[in-house]
């Protein structure tokens, strides 16, 4: 059986789960007609998908069309889900890209024709809501072969636009086709010019790929629609050229074409040709070819927690076939893996099927070991597929449990969210104690902490991490401390003398004993280490920790009798403690890394805006319209960096941040983290 594998890609709000729906319908994969706005659709079935009208995970719609498997993979449009965005362009062997009739292209257009173009997808462009107020094609056409590429072609033509939108002319057959039904008829003759012009460009295009056409076509004989179509193929998989096509997703106008332009224009499996795994008792890259004759190789490309289905785990199959009911070899884990019934997916909906085979996609549930981005495959013959490359989590906030069953909950239930979307992260700062769940956007976490309330019954709140300030001192001091306590019986004794001298940036913090003549008997040193290293944990500026600091002990006095451990650790803590107060202490915050890309034009607001956050622009590297801006900045006010860089660039820049080192916090700014903690 014939396959195409598709993710559909747009900006938010574009119309594509509108469009899957009606693509369903046409196809008889469904018999109701589901809406958006009713929260009917097939492919937004979560809950929160309901009740926001977005897409939040990508779903998988196979649809049966003129003997062909469609494995439609719809996918979130809004820039924080990303992730399930890779995950679709991993899996598939061509895109379509929907583009609203009225809003033209936008930003969320550009970046997932990018990142198609990273992965090398064949796709077609569906300009959709035709049938809205101010759509209008003519004018989406220009932005797409401004900003897209020139490459973007018409295939079809809009007969009227908005209310009166009636049709679509098919440039290949120079038919017109009317309504939902597609009824054809003759091109209206206000339309005949503009599409006898644009056809001429169409096949212009078209012929370039193949030398026999180009003389046909230079020599002006007649070319065959059959050769027509088999050369916009060629070209479109080649990648040199993307057919436009139109309709209206909610009056399904141009369904059925376009569910024909997947068939004839974009790539089988096979035609894909072999993909790169490495072979694991070799150690080199292999060839694996999409056949069913070979041994069984399958990517795990997503994987959702259920609390009642358990875990399922979405595959797509490379090379071989896999029955329900057998084993298969997890690569990456080394480990086996029980195969139960398998599925195809259509939405939530699972359809049992008794084998997958080469180029199909599908389901399992309840793997034990198996999570997104292994390998599955023959254990005779083990490979392992490149993983999938998840978008940087930059966006942090702390977590925090709301009571204690919660907090009980939440140590389990954060893996599993974690497992379910690569794309977030999941941390413990050991300076501050808080757990830090990182994240594309802040809707991407306010997202996941709904999904642990209501999958999991775990209730959390999101705070803005607390900064790790660590105090040091700036001058050399020597204290003294002596512990002494008298009461009936045993007394405490313990006397020390601790020098403390400054160290470089990134020192540490050290402890040297430099007792002569037995002032202190050797064996109550460690107990002064002991307190020194305990009272370092609080330093006496703000209660951080103590760091870049030489403690020498190099003097004391002790009591026969009343000295005891005990007693030299606390006098090791007070000295300390007096020693960091005479030293002119001083707080550190953290510096952080950043390496900001952006489009060329935001170069100026993006180092201006660095410049209020107290950052130093270190470099900018710009190339083909990209610039790279290399600085760095405290971490207190990159909290929100993330925020901030998207409506500085509306969505087009992107960053990655880490620590470096750690800096005097300016005078004025300690004075008040110093008054806010002791508030």
């Given at each position: 059986?014939?396959?195409?594998?598709?993710?559909?890609?747009?900006?938010?709000?574009?119309?594509?789960?509108?469009?899957?729906?009606?693509?369903?319908?046409?196809?008889?994969?469904?018999?109701?007609?589901?809406?958006?706005?009713?929260?009917?659709?097939?492919?937004?079935?979560?809950?929160?998908?309901?009740?926001?009208?977005?897409?939040?995970?990508?779903?998988?719609?196979?649809?049966?069309?003129?003997?062909?498997?469609?494995?439609?993979?719809?996918?979130?449009?809004?820039?924080?889900?990303?992730?399930?965005?890779?995950?679709?362009?991993?899996?598939?062997?061509?895109?379509?890209?929907?583009?609203?009739?009225?809003?033209?292209?936008?930003?969320?257009?550009?970046?997932?024709?990018?990142?198609?173009?990273?992965?090398?997808?064949?796709?077609?462009?569906?300009?959709?809501?035709?049938?809205?107020?101010?759509?209008?094609?003519?004018?989406?056409?220009?932005?797409?072969?401004?900003?897209?590429?020139?490459?973007?072609?018409?295939?079809?033509?809009?007969?009227?636009?908005?209310?009166?939108?009636?049709?679509?002319?098919?440039?290949?057959?120079?038919?017109?086709?009317?309504?939902?039904?597609?009824?054809?008829?003759?091109?209206?003759?206000?339309?005949?010019?503009?599409?006898?012009?644009?056809?001429?460009?169409?096949?212009?295009?078209?012929?370039?790929?193949?030398?026999?056409?180009?003389?046909?076509?230079?020599?002006?004989?007649?070319?065959?629609?059959?050769?027509?179509?088999?050369?916009?193929?060629?070209?479109?998989?080649?990648?040199?050229?993307?057919?436009?096509?139109?309709?209206?997703?909610?009056?399904?106008?141009?369904?059925?074409?376009?569910?024909?332009?997947?068939?004839?224009?974009?790539?089988?499996?096979?035609?894909?040709?072999?993909?790169?795994?490495?072979?694991?008792?070799?150690?080199?890259?292999?060839?694996?070819?999409?056949?069913?004759?070979?041994?069984?190789?399958?990517?795990?490309?997503?994987?959702?927690?259920?609390?009642?289905?358990?875990?399922?785990?979405?595959?797509?199959?490379?090379?071989?076939?896999?029955?329900?009911?057998?084993?298969?070899?997890?690569?990456?884990?080394?480990?086996?893996?029980?195969?139960?019934?398998?599925?195809?997916?259509?939405?939530?909906?699972?359809?049992?099927?008794?084998?997958?085979?080469?180029?199909?996609?599908?389901?399992?549930?309840?793997?034990?070991?198996?999570?997104?981005?292994?390998?599955?495959?023959?254990?005779?013959?083990?490979?392992?597929?490149?993983?999938?490359?998840?978008?940087?989590?930059?966006?942090?906030?702390?977590?925090?449990?709301?009571?204690?069953?919660?907090?009980?909950?939440?140590?389990?239930?954060?893996?599993?969210?974690?497992?379910?979307?690569?794309?977030?992260?999941?941390?413990?700062?050991?300076?501050?104690?808080?757990?830090?769940?990182?994240?594309?956007?802040d809707s991407h976490l306010e997202i996941a902490k709904e999904r642990m309330r209501r999958k999991f019954g775990v209730?959390?709140?999101?705070?803005?991490?607390?900064?790790?300030?660590?105090?040091?001192?700036?001058?050399?001091?020597?204290?003294?401390?002596?512990?002494?306590?008298?009461?009936?019986?045993?007394?405490?004794?313990?006397?020390?003398?601790?020098?403390?001298?400054?160290?470089?940036?990134?020192?540490?913090?050290?402890?040297?004993?430099?007792?002569?003549?037995?002032?202190?008997?050797?064996?109550?040193?460690?107990?002064?280490?002991?307190?020194?290293?305990?009272?370092?944990?609080?330093?006496?500026?703000?209660?951080?920790?103590?760091?870049?600091?030489?403690?020498?002990?190099?003097?004391?006095?002790?009591?026969?009798?009343?000295?005891?451990?005990?007693?030299?650790?606390?006098?090791?803590?007070?000295?300390?403690?007096?020693?960091?107060?005479?030293?002119?202490?001083?707080?550190?915050?953290?510096?952080?890394?950043?390496?900001?890309?952006?489009?060329?034009?935001?170069?100026?607001?993006?180092?201006?805006?660095?410049?209020?956050?107290?950052?130093?622009?270190?470099?900018?590297?710009?190339?083909?319209?990209?610039?790279?801006?290399?600085?760095?900045?405290?971490?207190?006010?990159?909290?929100?960096?993330?925020?901030?860089?998207?409506?500085?660039?509306?969505?087009?820049?992107?960053?990655?941040?880490?620590?470096?080192?750690?800096?005097?916090?300016?005078?004025?700014?300690?004075?008040?983290?110093?008054?806010?903690?002791?508030?």
């Amino acid at each position: 059986m014939q396959i195409r594998n598709v993710v559909l890609l747009s900006h938010q709000g574009a119309g594509k789960t509108s469009l899957v729906e009606y693509l369903l319908f046409t196809s008889g994969a469904i018999q109701r007609l589901g809406n958006v706005r009713d929260g009917t659709t097939t492919s937004d079935y979560d809950p929160l998908e309901i009740e926001r009208h977005m897409g939040i995970n990508l779903s998988l719609l196979p649809i049966q069309w003129k003997g062909m498997k469609l494995n439609l993979i719809d996918t979130p449009g809004y820039a924080d889900f990303i992730g399930e965005v890779k995950s679709g362009l991993r899996v598939t062997e061509g895109a379509i890209i929907v583009i609203c009739a009225a809003s033209g292209v936008e930003v969320g257009t550009e970046q997932t024709w990018n990142d198609a173009e990273k992965a090398k997808l064949p796709r077609l462009i569906f300009v959709n809501k035709m049938d809205r107020e101010n759509a209008d094609f003519f004018s989406a056409l220009e932005g797409m072969q401004a900003k897209l590429s020139p490459k973007c072609l018409p295939l079809q033509l809009p007969i009227g636009s908005q209310s009166d939108f009636q049709g679509i002319v098919d440039l290949v057959t120079m038919k017109a086709y009317i309504g939902t039904a597609g009824q054809e008829s003759e091109i209206p003759a206000t339309l005949r010019e503009q599409a006898e012009t644009s056809r001429e460009k169409l096949v212009e295009a078209a012929v370039e790929i193949d030398d026999e056409l180009i003389n046909k076509y230079l020599g002006g004989e007649a070319i065959s629609d059959e050769e027509i179509l088999a050369a916009i193929r060629k070209s479109t998989i080649a990648g040199k050229l993307v057919p436009v096509f139109v309709g209206s997703a909610l009056q399904g106008i141009g369904t059925q074409q376009l569910l024909n332009g997947i068939c004839h224009y974009l790539p089988s499996p096979e035609e894909k040709g072999v993909i790169i795994a490495r072979n694991v008792a070799t150690g080199e890259q292999e060839e694996i070819k999409p056949s069913p004759e070979t041994p069984f190789s399958s990517l795990v490309f997503k994987t959702t927690a259920d609390p009642y289905v358990g875990k399922l785990s979405y595959f797509r199959v490379y090379s071989g076939v896999i029955s329900s009911n057998s084993q298969s070899w997890n690569a990456n884990k080394g480990s086996m893996e029980r195969i139960g019934q398998l599925f195809t997916m259509l939405g939530k909906n699972q359809q049992p099927v008794p084998q997958l085979s080469a180029g199909d996609i599908g389901a399992v549930a309840r793997l034990s070991s198996t999570t997104t981005g292994d390998t599955l495959c023959a254990r005779e013959h083990p490979v392992i597929f490149p993983g999938i490359e998840f978008p940087k989590a930059n966006f942090g906030m702390a977590i925090q449990p709301l009571t204690k069953t919660d907090l009980d909950k939440m140590s389990t239930v954060l893996p599993r969210i974690c497992e379910e979307d690569p794309s977030l992260q999941i941390r413990r700062e050991p300076d501050t104690n808080e757990f830090i769940i990182s994240g594309i956007g802040d809707s991407h976490l306010e997202i996941a902490k709904e999904r642990m309330r209501r999958k999991f019954g775990v209730e959390v709140k999101l705070d803005l991490p607390k900064i790790p300030y660590k105090e040091t001192i700036t001058v050399s001091t020597k204290a003294e401390y002596k512990h002494k306590k008298q009461t009936g019986g045993h007394g405490q004794y313990g006397h020390v003398f601790l020098e403390l001298e400054p160290l470089p940036r990134g020192g540490g913090f050290e402890f040297v004993e430099k007792i002569v003549g037995g002032a202190i008997p050797q064996n109550y040193i460690p107990s002064v280490e002991k307190g020194v290293n305990e009272a370092k944990q609080e330093g006496v500026l703000a209660g951080y920790p103590v760091v870049d600091v030489k403690v020498s002990l190099y003097d004391g006095s002790f009591h026969p009798v009343d000295s005891s451990d005990i007693a030299f650790k606390i006098a090791g803590a007070q000295a300390l403690k007096r020693g960091l107060s005479q030293g002119q202490p001083i707080l550190l915050e953290p510096i952080m890394n950043l390496k900001v890309t952006v489009p060329e034009a935001y170069t100026g607001d993006i180092t201006s805006d660095l410049n209020t956050k107290r950052g130093r622009v270190l470099g900018i590297n710009p190339g083909n319209g990209i610039s790279v801006i290399e600085a760095q900045a405290p971490y207190a006010e990159l909290l929100r960096y993330a925020t901030d860089l998207r409506s500085l660039t509306q969505g087009r820049g992107s960053f990655v941040m880490e620590f470096d080192h750690y800096e005097e916090v300016p005078a004025h700014l300690s004075q008040k983290i110093v008054a806010d903690r002791k508030k």
